[in-house]
């Protein structure tokens, strides 16, 4: 039975002047530019040592995760719609873009992104690209999805396989349970 | 130095930073993310300890680098924004001395690193200590014998090519880069606190 979106996200924040740090819920949180973002990202294609795009992926699912999990947690948000609508609130809050959760279920998923920072800010940068480059959300969406359902990290992989990088309106992921 | 830290930290801690109606953040020339520290620490962390030890100083200078570029073009739409233009500007006496001064208040207003720079020869050299800043935090017990602030390497050689290295380049292609910053001293190390020292590239 479809759920509609309700609760708006309430970001606690705060700035430590003895330590000099911005906190939100009591997690640091800094500001980055899209060129400190696309060149990470650049670095994780280009390393070829290890997969540092699975790597850069589950660094953001584990953080998103944790944030994410705590936030309902702390918040008592309870229903799937609460916790999806509390989900795309903070991406955009973050300043990671505009997303939307088309579908979710505990076996799979489909999200849209409208805008995105990753994207928006490599061709800002460099203009596009012919394959997608967006780690960082397909890790938010797989920690999104983990703590929706309340799983831990790794049990879900969300796969890019629309992107604004490569000249679509929009970018889509699909996400599998593993 | 005639820049009032205080001041200077007081009014840019305060402003506001959130997602317009796309979810994007634009301001001072770039397209702003507000994320969680430890994103950026573990990858940098897992990375650099995930390489084989003969790629370690290749994946670091990628990880400074990453802050240089950064630091120079946001840099200079810092410096060159209205928010500075109101706080900051109407201190400065000596430029870019003091620029850079107030630089470094801005940098840890906005919860980079609890930073000031305690040496300065003009166009040659500068000294940064950090006593606070988030690249320590990946270190929760004991002592690294690896040092971790690429961030703040990387934005302290940006301002010193923002300072000395010539008019701003927005393709990057000259004046950045003309100097380098190495990390002497780190909190994740044992240190009081994080010590950089840039000098010409």
């Not at chain 2, 073009?73 to 850079?100: C, F, Q």
Request: glycine share 8%.
């Amino acid at each position: 039975m479809t759920q509609y979106r309700k609760t708006e996200l309430v970001l606690n924040k705060t700035f430590d002047p003895k330590e000099s740090r911005h906190r939100i819920d009591g997690s640091t949180v800094v500001l980055h530019c899209h060129h400190y973002t696309a060149l990470y990202t650049q670095l994780a294609m280009d390393c070829s040592m290890l997969d540092a795009k699975a790597l850069m992926s589950e660094c953001s699912e584990d953080c998103w995760q944790d944030y994410l999990s705590n936030y309902y947690k702390a918040n008592g948000i309870v229903s799937l719609a609460d916790r999806i609508a509390i989900g795309e609130q903070t991406y955009a809050a973050a300043g990671l873009g505009k997303m939307r959760v088309n579908s979710a279920g505990m076996d799979s998923g489909e999200v849209t992104l409208e805008h995105s920072h990753v994207d928006e800010g490599w061709i800002k940068k460099w203009g596009k690209h012919d394959k997608p480059i967006n780690y960082i959300t397909a890790g938010f969406i797989a920690g999104l999805f983990a703590a929706v359902f309340e799983k831990p990290v790794r049990s879900y992989t969300a796969t890019e396989i629309q992107s604004i990088v490569s000249g679509a309106a929009c970018s889509r992921f699909n996400i599998v349970a593993r | 130095m005639n820049i009032d830290r205080k001041q200077v930290i007081s009014a840019m801690s305060r402003i506001e930073v959130q997602g317009n109606e796309e979810g994007l953040i634009p301001g001072f020339n770039v397209f702003v993310n507000m994320m969680p520290a430890h994103f950026w620490n573990s990858f940098a962390e897992r990375l650099t300890r995930r390489v084989p030890a003969d790629m370690l100083e290749a994946a670091e200078f990628l990880l400074v680098n990453a802050a240089h570029e950064c630091g120079y073009h946001t840099g200079y739409g810092i410096i060159t924004s209205n928010e500075w233009k109101a706080a900051v500007e109407p201190m400065i006496k000596e430029v870019p001395e003091d620029i850079l001064h107030g630089a470094f208040a801005v940098f840890t207003a906005w919860g980079w690193a609890k930073s000031e720079i305690v040496e300065l020869i003009p166009g040659e050299k500068m000294v940064v200590r950090a006593y606070d800043y988030y690249e320590s935090d990946g270190v929760e017990y004991g002592a690294s014998s690896k040092k971790s602030a690429y961030m703040i390497r990387g934005v302290s050689a940006a301002f010193m090519d923002l300072a000395y290295g010539g008019a701003y380049d927005p393709s990057g292609k000259t004046g950045l880069r003309t100097f380098k910053c190495e990390q002497t001293k780190g909190i994740e190390c044992g240190d009081e606190y994080g010590e950089f020292v840039v000098t010409k590239a």
